[in-house]
C-alpha cells in the first residue's frame, strides 16, 4: 500500500485518467482497467521472472502521465482526427506499471517458498494503497470542480501534469543513458 501512496508516478497518471471523471461509475471502471493490467503484469513479471530494464519501463510510465495529460487537453482528437480508446489506453498503460513494480520486485530477495501467497497478498496492499491515494485525490477533486475556476485552470493544471511526465521520462532516459 506504501508504494502507491507514494508512488507519485502511478498517482499522477491515475489524478489524470480520473479529471473529467464525474460519475463514481467510470471511476471505478477505469481504476479497475487500470488494475488489471498493473495487476497482470506484476503476477507474470514477478513469478515468470519476466524483466525490463528499469529506466526505460519507467521511462514508458512517465509518457503515460504525458499521454492522460494530453488526451484531456484534447490533443488527440485535434492533432489526428480520432479519439483513440481511453479504455484500452488505460489498461496498457497499467500493464507497463505492473511491469515496472514487477522487475523492482525482483532486485529483492524473494524466497519462493509462499512467493505466489506472498506476490499476491503485495498486490492487494498495492491496490488498497491506490484506493487510499485515489479517495484522496477524489476528495480534493470534488471540492475543486464545485470552484468557478475549475474549468478555468483545467487546462494549466493538466499542463503541469504532462510537464511532471515528461519531467519523469527524462530523468528515467538520462539514468538509462548512463547506466
Known amino acids: 500500500a506504501k508504494h502507491m501512496v507514494t508512488g507519485y508516478d502511478h498517482l499522477l497518471f491515475l489524478a489524470g485518467v480520473i479529471f473529467f471523471l464525474y460519475r ?70 497499467g500493464l507497463f506499471h505492473g511491469l515496472g513494480l514487477g522487475t523492482k520486485l525482483q532486485d529483492f530477495s524473494l524466497s519462493a517458498e509462499g512467493l505466489v501467497p506472498n506476490i499476491l497478498a503485495f498486490n492487494v496492499g498495492v491496490e488498497l494503497g491506490q484506493v487510499l491515494g485515489l479517495s484522496a485525490i477524489l476528495i480534493a477533486m470534488g471540492f475543486w ?17 504532462m510537464t511532471c511526465g515528461f519531467i519523469l521520462a527524462g530523468y528515467q532516459l538520462v539514468g538509462y543513458a548512463i547506466q
Open 145 to 161: 470542480r464545485r470552484s468557478a475556476g475549475f474549468h478555468q485552470h483545467a487546462f494549466a493544471a493538466n499542463l503541469a501534469v
Open 24 to 93: 463514481l461509475k467510470d471511476v471505478a471502471l477505469y481504476v479497475s482497467l487500470f488494475a488489471l493490467g498493473h495487476s497482470l503484469t506484476l503476477l507474470i513479471g514477478v513469478l515468470g521472472g519476466i524483466r525490463v530494464n528499469p529506466y526505460a519501463v519507467d521511462a514508458v510510465i512517465g509518457l503515460s502521465v504525458v499521454y492522460k495529460a494530453l488526451d484531456n487537453l484534447g490533443a488527440f482528437t485535434r492533432v489526428l482526427g480520432f479519439q483513440p480508446n481511453t479504455k484500452l489506453a488505460v489498461w496498457i498503460f
